[in-house]
């Protein structure tokens, strides 16, 4: 590409430009005031903002109280929402009605999301009413931002903090880039996972520093083409592809890179995670490249056994079929003895898996780090500290 932009990027900065000097729509010109519930004043400025092309709808410094609000499109043109207060969800889930989500961008084209400001979902009240670990089908808790068949569009600096459920959840998006966001919540917190896509194509994560009690990045089913680039993630449960293959009719996941970035004291480092008894399904050209662990358990994991709590069916193998995968220059401490486990299906057994220049120090118990291959075959290259498939199951 060298000196040149790429058409991507020109779009970008045509969609920052073009909002940057639009219209602004202010919430405080609809009487949405520091300290009180902006929710009306809000919902107005959005409706007028979205009926002019190039508008902008700012929320200014200060902290503000919000209900569940619904930012629909499509708009006239291209539309940011600048944040650059703190927003904060009720603390009761009953305050929801059953929705799923605290703020909602829904069928938006050129949305730019922006401002340095913070999405703080009170989510410790409803942590201790999760009961996902114990119950298959949990009741679903809120999310704190979603973006629902938003296209050719970025969200950039702003921070979720402290998530109900699920702090972004990116659905029937395209063409989305999320750039230098900050996503916190304690170790501890359950379900709070940093990103997750689903049924999305063409989604590029840069430079976020994400620390939850689940996934950083998570990826469903029916997503293809995302690029997860210098991410920073610590604590949570890793960069994980899946779970895939709970339910009928799950769609392909294709085109998935990691690339660069750092994990700090999560419970995996990047993994792949298929539910056994699963009908079938397919995940393809998945690579992690250029990573750095530190004390990680499980820090390369492929799990087609993947069952939590116990709470499914284990009778039969996975049908998730999963190929060309590759883990290259991945490097640090593992905080387990198996530093490397590639479980796959022995009903549908991984194809073309690439292990290169992995270098995993483990310093505990038991002597050095070790690794493990089941129902596949990796093509091993360059230094392997462990060595490959050292270890059987």
Known sequence: MGKNLSVVTI???LLLASTSAGQVFDVKSYEGQPNAD???ALTKA???????????VVISVGTYKLGVVTLLGPCKGAIEFNLQGTLQAPSNVASFNGKDFWVSFQRINSLTVSGGGVFDGKGQMAWQKNNCAEKYSCKTLPINIRFDFVTNSIVHDIKSKDSKFFHINVMGCKNLQIQHVTITAPGDSPNTDGIHI???SKITITNANIGT????????DGTQDVTANQVTCGPGHGISVGSLGRYQNEQPVLGIKVIGGTLSNTKNGVRIKTWPSSPPGSASDMHFENIIMNNVANPILIDQ????NNQCSNKSPSKVKISNVSFKNIRGTSSTKEAVKLICSNSVPCQQV????????????GGSATS???NVKPTVSGKQNPPACTSKQ
């Open 11 to 13: 779009s970008f900065l």
């Open 46 to 56: 959005w409706k007028a903002a979205c009926a002019v092309g190039g508008s902008k």
């Open 372 to 374: 493990t291959c089941v």
């Open 198 to 200: 689903g049924h999305s």
């Open 354 to 365: 690439v292990v290169a220049d992995i270098n995993l120090a483990y310093k505990g118990a």
């Open 213 to 220: 009690g689940d996934d950083c990045i998570s990826i469903g």
């Open 305 to 308: 056994g993947y069952c939590p």
């Open 38 to 40: 902006i929710t009306q």
